[in-house]
């Protein structure tokens, strides 16, 4: 039956039209967008999960600007750090060379001067952005290097970096030692010789009257090794009884604990409350070992003991002296080369993060545009057969007409 008031033919003609229109305009979005998912009412679900990554990845690019500020702050200090061993080694050379006899130690004390001024001066130009690591000024710094996602939350984590002091202050030498019980030999340093199978000595803390102070520091030197103790504020809290005159005893008993924790082969290290602040060294080793001791107020600096070194008048004062300080100096290199690494290998697992979530948000948003060009053709084609189609279905009706002739 046909119909001049009905024309189902275009009906059908138009609905298919207006489906093929409304393909092209999503192809063609997607081609001026070239995503698949340009919003949320194209794919609510990939479109959320997207958003949430792309702040990640806004995220990361803070952080590897966090991880390259901090890298070039640490960088700054350790090569500070390392020239000043290298400078401390130099004036450790020039100590021992002063150890002979026919050698003009003023001139020596000249050199070792000279260097001691340049050391300054290295630590005090040790600052990247105002932050130095090696002048004493910074116990810590805290360095951007993830953001760990839980759940619906996201938690930054840092890497620590300790900060050293090798800085120049006032030193007040004290009568701190005393070795073998000898008090000719009472000082702020001392040196012991342990001869191997059986070789002894010791020394004692001086008492309370020597008015120790929180953040004075007694730091040893067991043959390659280090031990340190750091009077705090409780060793020397005179309001508490119980406190009292006990500074000596808490350092032995300190030192003696770190000592033995380093596990050298042969040495016994006693301590007798007896004697407080005594510790007895004896060498049942085979080889012979040097102990040396080092005092340090806590205004004096890690270097401030290098005003002390003289080697006009004692040479095995300055080598004691130089020894410590080498050490703090080497640990403190050593220390901030290894953050250095463990902040370059996060910066590079950050880029590497960056780049793969990048890619994951792109293969879940991005639009396939040999796919995409591929269905353009098609869909300009149907558009041109839905064209002729309508056309057709339009002419229908006229053909009643002859019907009335």
Same mark, same amino acid.
Not at 238 to 249: G, K, L, Q, Y
Not at 352 to 373: C, F, N
């Given at each position: 039956?046909?119909?001049?008031?009905?024309?189902?033919?275009?009906?059908?003609?138009?609905?298919?039209?207006?489906?093929?229109?409304?393909?092209?305009?999503?192809?063609?979005?997607? *081609?001026?967008?070239?995503?698949?998912?340009?919003?949320?009412?194209?794919?609510?679900?990939?479109?959320?999960?997207?958003?949430?990554?792309?702040?990640?990845?806004?995220?990361?690019?803070?952080?590897?600007?966090?991880?390259?500020?901090?890298? %070039?702050?640490?960088?700054?200090?350790?090569?500070?750090?390392?020239?000043?061993?290298?400078?401390?080694?130099?004036?450790?050379?020039?100590?021992?060379?002063?150890? !002979?006899?026919?050698?003009?130690?003023?001139?020596?004390?000249?050199?070792?001067?000279?260097?001691?001024?340049?050391?300054?001066?290295?630590?005090?130009?040790?600052?990247?952005? !105002?932050?130095?690591?090696?002048?004493?000024?910074?116990?810590?710094?805290?360095?951007?290097?993830?953001?760990?996602? #839980?759940?619906?939350?996201?938690?930054?984590?840092?890497?620590?970096?300790?900060?050293?002091?090798?800085?120049?202050?006032?030193?007040?030498?004290?009568?701190?030692?005393?070795?073998?019980?000898?008090?000719?030999?009472?000082?702020?340093?001392?040196?012991?010789?342990?001869?191997? #199978?059986?070789?002894?000595?010791?020394?004692?803390?001086?008492?309370?009257?020597?008015?120790?102070?929180?953040?004075?520091?007694?730091?040893?030197?067991?043959?390659?090794?280090?031990?340190?103790?750091?009077?705090?504020?409780?060793?020397?809290?005179?309001?508490?009884?119980?406190?009292?005159?006990?500074?000596?005893?808490?350092?032995?008993?300190?030192?003696?604990?770190?000592?033995? #924790?380093?596990?050298?082969?042969?040495?016994?290290?006693?301590?007798?409350?007896?004697?407080?602040?005594?510790?007895?060294?004896?060498?049942? =080793?085979?080889?012979?070992?040097?102990?040396?001791?080092?005092?340090?107020?806590?205004?004096?600096?890690?270097? !401030?003991?290098?005003?002390?070194?003289?080697?006009?008048?004692?040479?095995?004062?300055?080598? !004691?002296?130089?020894?410590?300080?080498?050490?703090?100096?080497?640990?403190?290199? #050593?220390?901030? =080369? %290894?953050?250095?690494?463990?902040?370059?290998?996060?910066?590079?697992?950050?880029?590497?993060?960056?780049?793969?979530?990048?890619?994951? *948000?792109?293969?879940?948003?991005?639009?396939?545009?040999?796919?995409?060009?591929?269905?353009?053709?098609?869909?300009?084609?149907?558009?041109?057969?839905?064209?002729?189609?309508?056309? *057709?279905?339009?002419?229908?009706?006229?053909? *009643?007409?002859?019907?009335?002739?």
């Amino acid at each position: 039956m046909s119909s001049i008031l009905t024309n189902t033919g275009a009906m059908v003609a138009l609905q298919t039209m207006k489906g093929i229109n409304a393909n092209l305009n999503k192809v063609q979005n997607e *081609i001026s967008t070239g995503k698949s998912v340009a919003s949320a009412k194209d794919n609510a679900a990939v479109w959320a999960i997207s958003k949430v990554m792309e702040s990640d990845v806004k995220g990361f690019d803070g952080i590897s600007d966090a991880l390259a500020l901090g890298n %070039s702050t640490v960088t700054v200090a350790r090569e500070a750090a390392e020239t000043v061993t290298n400078l401390l080694t130099d004036i450790k050379a020039k100590i021992v060379a002063a150890q !002979g006899q026919n050698v003009d130690r003023a001139k020596i004390q000249a050199d070792i001067d000279a260097m001691t001024g340049q050391i300054g001066s290295v630590i005090g130009a040790a600052q990247f952005n !105002g932050m130095n690591l090696v002048n004493g000024t910074t116990a810590s710094m805290s360095v951007l290097a993830s953001l760990d996602r #839980a759940g619906t939350s996201t938690v930054a984590s840092s890497i620590t970096v300790n900060g050293h002091d090798l800085a120049f202050g006032t030193y007040t030498a004290n009568d701190v030692f005393t070795t073998s019980g000898t008090a000719s030999t009472a000082g702020d340093t001392f040196v012991l010789a342990l001869d191997g #199978a059986g070789g002894t000595g010791d020394f004692t803390v001086a008492d309370g009257t020597n008015a120790w102070a929180a953040g004075d520091k007694i730091a040893l030197r067991i043959g390659n090794h280090s031990v340190s103790y750091t009077v705090t504020a409780n060793d020397v809290d005179t309001a508490n009884a119980s406190m009292a005159n006990t500074v000596p005893d808490m350092i032995a008993v300190g030192l003696k604990n770190a000592i033995d #924790a380093l596990g050298i082969d042969g040495l016994v290290v006693n301590y007798d409350s007896a004697n407080p602040g005594q510790l007895a060294f004896v060498n049942d =080793g085979t080889k012979d070992l040097s102990v040396s001791g080092q005092y340090s107020n806590a205004g004096a600096g890690g270097l !401030g003991a290098l005003s002390q070194i003289d080697v006009t008048t004692n040479t095995t004062d300055a080598l !004691g002296r130089i020894e410590t300080m080498l050490q703090a100096a080497i640990n403190a290199s #050593a220390d901030l =080369g %290894s953050a250095q690494k463990r902040i370059e290998i996060q910066a590079d697992f950050v880029g590497k993060l960056s780049d793969a979530l990048t890619t994951g *948000i792109g293969a879940m948003v991005d639009a396939d545009m040999e796919e995409t060009s591929a269905r353009l053709q098609a869909l300009q084609t149907q558009q041109q057969l839905g064209i002729q189609s309508l056309s *057709i279905a339009n002419q229908a009706p006229q053909t *009643i007409l002859s019907l009335f002739r």
